[in-house]
T-cell receptor, first 114, second 114 residues
């Protein structure tokens, strides 16, 4: 597609429920990244996929968070047993050749845990 | 660990005034530096980047940033701002050394007043 597409744009969920956030990167981009943006905290790296390599999961805050990327394209970020502190905007980005040339970001999913 | 410091969380200025948004990074290896902009209720967009070569880089809308290796800085400047420049600005670095994920600062909110 023309840009990075994320869905849903907004998600309100009850504490304790599981949620899935979807990212559809730009066609042909081999690198895909997930970040979390919280008020006043900037952007926190979560996970990075590059081609067929093992993902860099070093930023996932707990084992409730997981992500997969199917067929080198679409990615899903799953948060299990959501907590109120998970409320944030979750941003996905993709890149043709990796971070050195910059990313293209999606518009994000705003997650609110009530 | 690599880090990025944006010294000002908020910068209010009047229209047509000059502005400088400060960014410092810590790194012992070569870096690649970026500024991203996030307009209200929008996703992040790449504003400009430094990969190599000339230390002064420019964007299409009048912003410029200068890479200063001795001061480990990459400050963003514009000689005359417009109301439409009101946004949050994020400095980011790819630290090199094999890592391809962007490390972001916490952002500077620029508010341009009439």
């Amino acid at each position: 597609g023309a840009g990075v597409s994320q869905s849903p744009s907004n998600k309100v969920t009850e504490k304790g429920k599981d949620v899935e956030l979807r990212c559809d990167p730009i066609s042909g981009h081999t690198a895909l990244y997930w970040y979390r943006q919280s008020l006043g905290q900037g952007l926190e790296f979560l996970i990075y996929f590059q081609g067929n390599s093992a993902p860099d999961k070093s930023g996932l805050p707990s084992d409730r968070f997981s992500a997969e990327r199917t067929g080198g394209s679409v990615s899903t970020l799953t948060i299990q047993r959501t907590q109120q502190e998970d409320s944030a905007v979750y941003l996905c980005a993709s890149s043709l050749l990796g971070g050195y040339y910059g990313y293209t970001f999606g518009s994000g999913t705003r997650l609110t845990v009530v | 660990a690599q880090s990025v410091t944006q010294l000002d969380s908020q910068v209010p200025v009047f229209e047509e005034a000059p502005v400088e948004l400060r960014c410092n990074y810590s790194s012992s290896v070569s870096v690649y530096l970026f500024w991203y902009v996030q307009y209200p209720n929008q996703g992040l967009q790449l504003l400009l980047k430094y990969l190599s070569g000339s230390t002064l880089v420019e964007s299409i809308n009048g912003f410029e940033a200068e890479f200063n290796k001795s001061q480990t800085s990459f400050h963003l400047r514009k000689p005359s701002v417009h109301i439409s420049d009101t946004a949050e600005y994020f400095c980011a670095v790819v630290p090199g050394g094999g890592s391809e994920k962007l490390v972001f600062g916490k952002g500077t909110k620029l508010t341009v007043n009439p």
